[in-house]
């Protein structure tokens, strides 16, 4: 099965306690099988998830809410 990567750019993150939290969180979503964080401190990050199924942009911002921060552009 074909791998689905998804990009969005998060604002907020300043640390790596923010990477982990986001990561945790995306990593919790049905079907993703890795999440890779861009950290950019105090300015837009970027977070790719990678999964076997399809994952909305709604399900990738609540999952990043969750974590306390917003998504502000996603490339899905």
């Known amino acids: ?9 998060i604002s907020g ?7 982990s939290s986001v990561m945790e969180e995306l ?3 049905k079907g993703v099988d890795d ?3 861009d ?5 837009v990050s970027t977070a790719t998830v990678t999964s076997h199924l399809t994952i909305s942009p709604e399900e990738i911002g609540e999952a990043v809410a969750e974590a ?5 552009a996603s490339d899905a």
């Open 13 to 19: 993150m300043t640390c790596g306690h923010c990477v």
């Open 27 to 29: 990593k919790s979503l």
């Open 1 to 9: 099965m074909e791998s689905i990567r998804t990009t969005v750019s």
């Open 35 to 37: 999440v890779s964080v």
């Open 68 to 72: 306390g921060y917003l998504v502000i």
């Open 39 to 43: 950290l950019n401190a105090g300015g």
